[in-house]
């Protein structure tokens, strides 16, 4: 009777939780805003937050500590679709300019959080560095909103925008991946059989895995022509949660190997055009959302954590990469103005932030003060980046010339005389 009591609860808290990240989604989205600001805000206001500052006890509706181990699958779907929407010959393509700016403004950004990790707020280096990563990520959907309801989308800065976005994201995670492993190994465990075991289970799943696939379609058609409906969904699923539970029994998250999985099968067009479109409506529909909100029901609402040195994190994080951004495209060509523009348009963090500060509090690296300064962070930059980009790409009136004044003139005094 417990464990059925326990349950039923814990199906309240899903229904609830994903309930309230849906509707304040789509307000927010309404707002022209973000919808995981919306899903974030649900978190604090029904997942308990708002109710432990004003002293209320909501655990009767709402248990983050229960959603918590439900909700990673939404981090497991939400980074394998970004592995399988990140083309790897489309980064090829994305030329050197870019590729400078990204790796120029990912330095500048993890050498600001490092310092300020190790001197700000006193952390060993192996945290400082990790640190880092909070600086590095963009999150681009706030940005191309924007410039798409600007017409700038299609701009110079407007792809270059989404370029350099993607290759943020793209040497983040694979950041996460070295330094997670190198930096934070498993004291129970040989550094350099761990390290060993790592390697071999990414060969297998990048290159091992793939082939497998690609072997039993070529002799079975086994995806193309299964005998049970949605054969493929389920398989890759199972593969996707099995994985993470192999990758966190190394020591190593789970997340970023769904990453991998999904960058390394994302050439096999067969399993993607089977899996893709569902998996992006089960993810969006219910499982990412309610990450959101359970990271949000998380954030620790307290007076407390607004000392100085917490929140002089975020306008360092927002300079950092500001400045990275600037130097890097000043660098490659841009001008003053298009470099600001840039920068501007690099600011938000949103999913990829919040997944190396979850992994960081899950594995002890982080304090629960600097995961709630980063899920401050992604609020600032999310809602302050719309504001700024229609100030920097604000047209400035032209100066008249002579020829333009007295042309002016005459046709006020073409008018003045028809009046008389």
């Not at 917490?310 to 360092?316: A, G, H, Q, S, T």
Request: glycine fraction near 10%; include cysteine.
């Amino acid at each position: 009777m417990v464990e059925s009591l326990e349950i039923t609860h814990i199906l309240l808290f899903i229904g609830i939780g994903l309930f309230a990240a849906r509707l304040f989604g789509e307000i927010f989205e309404r707002l022209k805003l973000s919808a995981i600001i919306g899903e974030l805000v649900a978190g604090i206001l029904i997942g308990g937050p708002l109710f432990i500052l004003i002293g209320v006890d909501a655990s009767f509706f709402m248990n983050a500590e229960s959603l918590q181990q439900f909700s990673q699958i939404g981090i497991l779907l939400l980074l394998f679709i970004v592995g399988l929407e990140i083309n790897i010959k489309d980064l090829r393509k994305i030329g050197k300019q870019c590729l400078t700016i990204s790796i120029t403004e990912v330095l500048i950004a993890l050498a600001g959080g490092f310092l300020t990790g190790y001197f700000l707020l006193e952390q060993d280096y192996r945290t400082a560095l990790f640190f880092g990563l909070l600086f590095t990520a963009t999150s681009i959907g706030v940005t191309v909103r924007t410039l798409s309801n600007l017409g700038k989308l299609d701009s110079k800065v407007g792809r270059a925008v989404l370029s350099v976005a993607v290759l943020d994201d793209f040497l983040a995670l694979i950041l996460v991946l070295v330094l997670g492993g190198t930096l934070f190994p498993n004291p129970e465990v040989n550094p350099w059989l761990e390290i060993l075991y790592l390697a071999l289970f990414i060969v297998g799943v990048v290159i091992i895995i793939p082939q497998v696939f690609k072997f039993l379609e070529k002799r079975f058609n086994i995806f193309s022509r299964s005998s049970t409906q949605y054969f493929s969904i389920g398989l890759i699923f199972a593969l996707i949660v099995s994985l993470s539970f192999f990758a966190s029994f190394l020591g190593f998250s789970g997340a970023i190997i769904a990453f991998l999985f999904g960058l390394s099968i994302q050439r096999n067009t067969i399993i993607v055009k089977e899996i893709k479109e569902t998996f992006v409506k089960m993810g969006n529909g219910i499982f990412i959302p309610l990450f959101f909100f359970t990271v949000g029901a998380t954030f620790q609402l307290d007076w407390g954590i607004f000392t100085l040195a917490n929140l002089l994190i975020i306008p360092i994080a927002i300079g950092a990469k500001a400045i990275g951004v600037f130097v890097g495209s000043s660098f490659t060509g841009f001008k003053p103005q298009e470099a600001t523009q840039l920068a501007v348009g690099m600011m938000p963090r949103a999913e990829i932030v919040i997944i190396i500060a979850e992994i960081g509090l899950l594995n002890g690296i982080f304090s629960q003060d600097i995961f709630s300064m980063a899920i401050l962070l992604v609020l600032i930059t999310v809602l302050v980046t719309p504001l700024l980009l229609k100030l920097v790409f604000r047209e400035k009136p032209k100066p008249t010339t002579e020829g333009e004044m007295s042309e002016t003139i005459e046709k006020l005094g073409e008018l003045t005389s028809k009046s008389d």
